[in-house]
């Protein structure tokens, strides 16, 4: 209903003054996403002794899936052939594929011999059942407090957010970026080139380029 109609039902139906305020409806809030700098990633990566768990950490980070997504995902799924993941059923019951990176690959053959998984890539307390999702948020938020780094909002979910940004800051494009994070639409991705401090410590402000005309005026 508009501001008009609503004043005219005031007036001509309930017989009482209105005024329509300068602001029907607030602006809506979109608050960005916590992001951990590259070199947040690698300390806490390095911070985790486990093996096992600090291959769950670096698997979240280097393929951008969900936390469920890990937790769900099987040694069939892994194509170190065609050097990608299958993610079954991700969000919306959707698969895709995300990159295996190599030097991960080599971790991963490692992590195998040493702990034999069953069924599933990362198996819980018996082999052939999935690790629980809940231990894995205990385990980096155990490492966040052991770094100092629990102030910062950080979550299992912003090494997704991550992923993808740090994706942006080495040159891949929002399409193949949304591709990889299973996306619906591109509007969920966009919200990355805000987070991307790469691409914006590489803008010229056009202040700077005015007193460059003006050096150069001066200089004739």
Not at 49 to 71: P, W
Not at 103 to 124: A, C, D, M, S, T
Request: hydrophobic share 40%; no cysteine; proline share 3%.
């Amino acid at each position: 209903m508009s501001a008009q109609s609503i004043s005219f039902f005031f007036k001509q139906v309930l017989q009482k003054s209105y005024k329509i305020p300068g602001v029907l409806y607030p602006a809506h809030r979109q608050k960005l996403p916590a992001v951990m700098s590259a070199e947040e990633v690698l300390s806490i990566i390095l911070a985790i002794s486990n093996v096992k768990h600090r291959m769950i950490i670096s698997l979240l980070y280097s393929t951008g899936m969900r936390l469920s997504e890990v937790a769900h995902l099987k040694i069939a799924d892994i194509d170190s052939k065609a050097m990608r993941i299958k993610v079954v059923e991700g969000k919306g019951k959707k698969d895709r594929y995300v990159p295996l990176s190599v030097h991960l690959l080599q971790e991963l053959r490692v992590y195998y011999i040493q702990y034999k998984p069953v069924v599933y890539l990362f198996n819980g307390s018996k082999n052939g059942v999935r690790y629980s999702p809940r231990s894995v948020q205990h385990i980096l938020q155990t490492t966040l407090i052991k770094l100092g780094l629990e102030g910062k909002n950080y979550s299992i979910h912003t090494l997704r957010h991550s992923f993808a940004t740090h994706l942006l800051d080495n040159g891949a494009d929002l399409q193949a970026i949304q591709e990889l994070m299973g996306h619906h639409h591109i509007s969920q991705t966009v919200q990355y080139l805000h987070l991307s401090s790469k691409r914006l410590s590489n803008i010229v402000n056009p202040y700077d380029v005015l007193t460059t005309i003006d050096a150069s005026k001066n200089k004739s």
